[in-house]
C-alpha cells in the first residue's frame, strides 16, 4: 500500500473522529506532519494510532492524535525543528530527549499532536527497561523539580518509570510511573498525594476510579518545585459505557466513545485517564485507531490474553 494511501486512511479515522467531538479538522495541519514522520506507508499502517479528547468545556474544540513513529526517523526531536512544527527556544526542555535516549534504552517514541493546537509532545516509551526516578533526577537538563520531589515519590511508592512525555508548548515533562502497589493505590495515599500538592479531594466515585490505575503520572517544569498535575489512568480494556464513567461526558464524546474508528478485531480498545489540575479534574477519553506490535505485546501481559 503507497505512503499517500496510508497517510489518507489515518487522516480519514483523525478527521471522522473530530467530527464526532465538533472539533475543526483540516488536511494543511494534520497531514503534513504525517508525510514528515511517515515518509514509507508501510511504517504507518504498522504504527499505533490513538485518538484522544477531554472532559471540560476548556477542553472542547480539540481532538489529540498519538502516533509511534518508527526507528528511522531518528531523533524526532530534530525532524520538529526541521519541519518548523516546533521553534528553538534555548530552553532546557529542548536538550532533554537527546540526554535521555543517551541514559535510557529507549523502545520507542511518540508524537502527540492536536487536530487544532498542532505538534505537541513527544514520547520516549521503556516498558521493558524501566528507570528509577532517581536515575532519571541526575539528568542535567531534568527539572530540577524530579529531585526536589524525590522523598514525595518515595512515600508514595512512586519510583518506576516507563515513559517521559516532553511538552514543548508548555515546557513541561510527564513522568509514567508504573508498577504500583496496592499501597500506593490505596484511597488514604491517593489523598495524601493530591493534599501534599494542593490539589482538591476526588468525590468518592473518582477516588474508586483512581485507585485501578495502571499508572500514575505527573507533570513537572522548571518554573516551580511543584507537581503541576496528576493522572491515574487504569490499564487500556476493550469497550467503555460512558455512563459509568465518574464525571459528567459530553454528548460528542459519549459519540467518539462508541463509535471512533478501528482497524483491528476484538472491539475497540479504549484508555481512560483521570486528571487533577489546580483548575479543577477532568477525564482524558481515548481510543485506539490502529495497535502496534508493542501495543499488542504491552495489552496482552496486562490482560493475560492475546491482542
Known amino acids: 500500500m503507497s505512503a499517500v494511501t496510508v497517510v489518507d486512511e489515518v487522516y480519514s479515522a483523525i478527521e471522522e473522529s473530530a467530527r464526532l467531538v465538533g472539533a475543526a479538522c483540516s488536511r494543511e495541519k494534520v497531514v503534513p506532519i504525517l508525510t514528515a514522520y511517515f515518509p514509507d506507508g508501510e511504517a504507518l499502517a504498522q504504527a499505533g494510532v490513538a485518538l484522544t479528547v477531554q472532559t471540560g468545556e476548556r477542553h472542547a474544540g480539540e481532538l489529540d492524535y498519538t502516533i509511534n513513529v518508527p526507528a528511522e526517523v531518528g531523533d524526532p526531536y530534530a525532524l520538529a525543528l526541521a519541519k518548523g512544527f516546533v521553534a528553538e527556544t534555548g530552553h532546557p526542555v529542548g536538550a532533554l530527549l537527546s540526554?535521555?535516549?543517551?541514559?535510557?534504552?529507549?523502545?520507542?517514541?511518540?508524537?502527540?499532536?492536536?487536530?487544532?493546537?498542532?505538534?505537541?509532545?513527544?514520547y520516549a516509551h521503556f516498558p521493558h527497561d524501566l528507570q528509577a526516578v532517581s536515575k532519571l533526577a541526575d539528568i542535567p537538563s531534568m527539572p530540577p523539580a524530579v529531585a526536589g520531589n524525590l522523598g514525595f515519590f518515595?512515600?508514595?511508592?512512586?519510583?518506576?518509570?516507563?515513559?517521559?512525555?516532553?511538552?514543548?508548548r508548555r515546557s513541561t515533562i510527564n513522568l509514567y510511573f508504573t508498577r504500583l502497589s496496592d499501597e500506593c493505590r490505596g484511597p488514604q495515599n491517593i489523598l495524601s498525594m493530591l493534599r501534599e500538592t494542593g490539589l482538591p479531594d476526588p468525590d468518592e466515585r473518582m477516588l474508586e476510579f483512581a485507585r485501578g490505575a495502571f499508572r500514575v503520572?505527573?507533570?513537572?517544569?522548571?518554573?516551580?518545585?511543584?507537581?503541576?498535575?496528576?493522572c491515574f489512568a487504569p490499564p487500556p480494556a476493550r469497550g467503555v459505557d460512558p455512563s459509568t464513567l465518574p464525571v459528567h461526558v459530553e454528548p460528542g464524546i459519549q459519540k467518539f466513545a462508541k463509535n471512533a474508528p478501528y482497524t483491528y478485531p476484538g472491539g475497540r480498545v479504549n484508555l481512560l485517564g483521570v486528571k487533577w489540575t489546580p483548575d479543577g479534574e477532568c477525564l482524558d477519553v481515548a481510543s485506539y485507531y490502529q495497535l502496534s506490535p508493542l501495543h499488542r505485546k504491552v495489552l496482552s501481559a496486562i490482560h493475560k490474553q492475546e491482542f
Not at 518515595?154 to 514543548?168: P, Q, S
Not at 503520572?217 to 496528576?230: A, C, E, K, P, Q
Open 217 to 230: 503520572n505527573v507533570t513537572l517544569g522548571w518554573d516551580s518545585s511543584r507537581i503541576v498535575r496528576f
Open 99 to 122: 540526554e535521555v535516549q543517551q541514559r535510557c534504552p529507549v523502545n520507542e517514541f511518540m508524537i502527540d499532536c492536536g487536530v487544532a493546537g498542532g505538534f505537541k509532545k513527544i
Open 154 to 168: 518515595a512515600r508514595h511508592g512512586l519510583n518506576d518509570v516507563a515513559m517521559i512525555a516532553f511538552d514543548y
